[in-house]
């Protein structure tokens, strides 16, 4: 996985002596070395590591009070996350990282739009749940 200059990354193994630390990318050694990455740490020290050693660190997104974590599938790669704090089940799946926003707002459209033509047919039915 290529990773972009500016993205937040954390070591894979619970064991690194960074385990706890947040790492902004800060761009890809020479040519030659194309998985070689240098990463900054919040004190803007500058550290060289494998890309495979590393993961993104993927932000909670908000929308219209709801939220969702984005998730890596390694093996389909894409993107994927549900609604959270709600009974109902409602996902979401993207192929890029930078598509992530737009498919969970499609997603709380589409949930509010089921809300509202539930509330519409129980309304008009006179019955109630």
């Known amino acids: 996985m290529k990773f972009s200059e500016g993205e937040h990354v954390k070591f894979k193994s619970p064991d690194s002596k960074y385990k706890n ?26 550290l060289t590591t494998d890309e495979t050693s590393v993961e993104l660190v993927l932000e909670t ?4 009070g709801y939220t969702s974590t984005p998730i890596f599938d390694e093996e389909s790669q894409v993107y994927h996350g549900h609604l959270e704090g709600i009974r109902d089940l409602v996902t979401w799946e993207a192929d ?27 309304h008009s039915s006179g019955g109630g749940m």
Do not use: W
């Not at 630390?21 to 070395?33: K, Q, S």
């Not at 997104?61 to 219209?64: A, K, Q, R, S």
């Open 21 to 46: 630390t947040i790492f902004t990318v800060y761009g890809y050694a020479n040519p030659g070395y194309d998985n070689l990455i240098y990463l900054m740490d919040p004190h803007n020290r500058i």
């Open 61 to 64: 997104m908000e929308f219209e």
């Open 96 to 122: 890029r990282y930078e598509d992530c926003m737009e498919s969970f707002q499609e997603a709380v459209n589409d949930y509010n739009q089921f809300l509202n033509d539930v509330k519409n047919i129980k």
